[in-house]
């Protein structure tokens, strides 16, 4: 079963419509690529993103879960969405922009996977393309497995997010949703994925010779710290 098939028609009721994290990229492209036309994403999720790009851009995506990409159709009508992996999907056509977002490539836990994505993603680019995405950094999965589990209410459901260290760079990640039914009644979905911590260095050094241009940055602060949950890569195509 994919990454997020249990939890997926609860996603966008635990993250929003992320039209404001959709907006900051919205603002790297434009920077970065201002006649940017077309945008491919991958691990597009239920499509929040793509849902407020597509009204500048030409929009399609890439995701494994066949319950989130239900969700994004309903969203994105007009827009190419396909089943696959992102590490073995071949598109027919080019993009002006790759993303990839909410730390999808902390998900791929083996450094072979995500050098393979770099290289990838360059036959998914234009001449002059640009890859954006973003990742949690090391700090921010550290903090999560040293504190408790975090619950989150939205209606009358509870989620359980409890984060733990299963190896050197390794980050359990036991997702529980608690969904009512009636009365003290609650049926119990459970989703259990893992995250890899990444330093930038490591990242600079995975994309050297595939992408130059490479810029980091903190979306929420001046500057990258020590104190960074969230770094956004964005990288021209070599």
């Given amino acids: 079963m994919s990454d997020y098939d249990v939890i997926g028609k609860f996603y966008d009721d ?31 999720g239920t499509g929040s993103y793509l849902k407020y790009l597509s009204k500048y851009y030409e929009t399609a995506g890439i995701d ?17 969405l396909f089943q696959a992996s992102m590490l073995e999907v071949k598109p027919e056509w080019k993009f002006d922009v790759v993303i990839c977002m909410n730390d999808t490539i ?17 036959e998914h680019l234009t001449k002059k393309g640009i890859f954006i995405f973003d990742i949690n ?3 921010k ?21 409890n984060v733990s260290r299963a190896g050197k760079d390794i ?12 009365d ?21 050094d995975y994309l050297d010779k595939k992408f130059k241009n490479i810029r980091v940055v903190d979306l929420n602060s001046k500057k990258i710290s020590t104190d960074s949950k969230r770094l956004h890569f964005i990288c021209t195509r070599m």
């Avoid at 494994?64 to 190419?80: C, D, F, G, N, Q």
């Avoid at 902390?106 to 360059?122: A, D, P, Q």
């Avoid at 259990?192 to 490591?202: D, G, K, P």
């Fill in 14 to 44: 635990i993250m929003g419509d992320q039209k404001e994290a959709a907006k900051q990229v919205h603002s790297l492209i434009k920077k970065s690529f201002p006649k940017a036309q077309t945008i491919l994403e991958l691990g597009c």
């Fill in 64 to 80: 494994s879960s066949s319950v989130m990409l239900s969700i994004a159709r309903e969203k994105l009508p007009h827009t190419e």
């Fill in 106 to 122: 902390n998900h791929l836990t083996k450094i072979s996977e995500v050098k393979r994505l770099f290289s990838n993603t360059l």
């Fill in 137 to 139: 950094t090391e700090h």
């Fill in 141 to 161: 999965l550290r903090s999560l497995a040293e504190t408790p589990p975090i619950v989150h209410q939205f209606g009358e459901n509870y989620f359980i997010t």
């Fill in 171 to 182: 980050y359990e990640w036991d997702l529980r949703i608690f969904e009512h039914i009636s």
């Fill in 184 to 204: 003290h009644t609650y049926n119990l979905h459970e989703e259990l994925m893992y995250e890899r911590s990444y330093s930038v260095a490591q990242i600079k």
